[in-house]
Nanobody
Framework: QVQLVESGGGLVQAGGSLRLSCAASGSAFSINVMGWYRQALGKQRELVATITKRDSTNYADSVKGRFTISRDNAKNTVYLQMNTLKPEDTAVYHC?????????WGKGTLVTVSS
């Protein structure tokens, strides 16, 4: 079992920045991949970025060059630094850990970008 708790969302103007955090607990020592997904109102959940334990990263094209994913393995925490935010980045951002054939999700944190 893995529990995930996100924080750091909020309201920001277009062009601004936010940093999201996700702390993992439970069987966190076994985690390899950690990721961020987002779901805008009326849309499907989509991948934002993932990172492995060895810091190999993957980004959605829509966020490349603006968002940076990182992690602190000692703290079992993954971060998402979001810069140059756009109104279309508005969504609930969920932390994800795939492990042992199960997808673990956090409850999400809302990011709202005003124009």
């Amino acid at each position: 079992q893995v529990q995930l708790v996100e924080s750091g969302g909020g309201l920001v103007q277009a062009g601004g920045s936010l940093r999201l955090s996700c702390a993992a607990s439970g069987s966190a020592f076994s985690i390899n991949v950690m990721g961020w997904y987002r779901q805008a109102l009326g849309k499907q959940r989509e991948l934002v970025a993932t990172i492995t334990k060895r810091d190999s990263t993957n980004y959605a094209d829509s966020v490349k060059g603006r968002f940076t994913i990182s992690r602190d393995n000692a703290k079992n925490t993954v971060y998402l630094q979001m810069n140059t935010l756009k109104p279309e980045d508005t969504a609930v951002y969920h932390c994800n850990v795939p492990m042992w054939g199960i997808n673990y999700w956090g409850k999400g944190t809302l990011v709202t970008v005003s124009s």
